[in-house]
């Protein structure tokens, strides 16, 4: 496994798990979180609840923006008067070893009337790490959103797959995806630091360091 600096994490959809994994990479790798878009801060914004659980606030950037209502973004902003332009995202200069951005929503969620969350991945110019949930419906959703990075032109990194393990799932999606699930992330009955760190030990960091040791 290997997982590059600066990455973009999405998901085949919403509440499928980017921001556990990002919590868990964070804590893991140290590095540095960055949600351009919140959509709904109740009971907390993504950035709040990584801060609550222990990644270091100073490697916790603001958001782009920071829309009150729990939506879309094209109509969160649409609610607030804000119109989402392309153009007034950059990549961030980071003091840490790793950046981890992080998407709103899935892959074609829309941004503003032309624009989606894979063209704000494609604008940053990151390789793509793909959150997936293990259960009925995962293999349409991942291959369908594997598909629209290709069309993209977006690296993909590969799959972590959320929920309890489900071998023919993850099988298929290697399968029909012709990519890699890099981790599969049980439920975790007490979200914490502690238990988010042990998740990283025992989902990714035991793979980096074989990775490392055959290179």
């Known amino acids: 496994m290997h997982i590059p600096k600066k990455f973009f994490i999405s998901g085949t959809d919403t509440d499928v798990g980017k921001t556990m994994v990002s919590a868990i990479l964070a804590l893991g790798l140290r590095a540095t979180y960055w949600k351009p878009i919140q959509c709904g801060n109740e009971p907390s914004s993504d950035s709040q609840w990584l801060k609550s659980i222990g990644v270091d606030e100073s490697n916790i950037l603001p958001e782009r923006y920071n829309l009150k209502n729990p939506l879309s973004p094209h109509r969160a902003a649409e609610l607030e008067g804000v119109s989402i332009s392309l153009d007034d995202f950059d990549l961030p200069k980071v003091d840490t070893e790793y950046l981890i951005v992080e998407g709103a929503g899935g892959l074609m969620v829309p941004l503003n009337s032309k624009d989606m969350v894979i063209d704000l991945a494609a604008k940053l110019q990151l390789p793509l790490l793909l959150v997936a949930r293990s259960g009925l419906g995962t293999i349409n959703h991942t291959v369908l959103s594997i598909m629209a990075l290709h069309q993209k032109n977006i690296p993909l990194i590969g799959v ?46 035991s793979k980096l360091k074989a990775a490392s040791a055959t290179t």
């Not at 393990?165 to 399968?175: D, R, S």
Request: charged share 20%.
């Open 160 to 205: 972590v797959m959320n929920g309890e393990p489900n071998p023919a799932n993850k099988a298929a999606i290697e399968h029909y995806g012709k990519t890699k699930v890099l981790a599969e992330i049980p439920p975790i009955a007490d979200i914490r630091n502690e238990s988010l760190l042990s998740t990283y030990e025992s989902c990714f960091a």
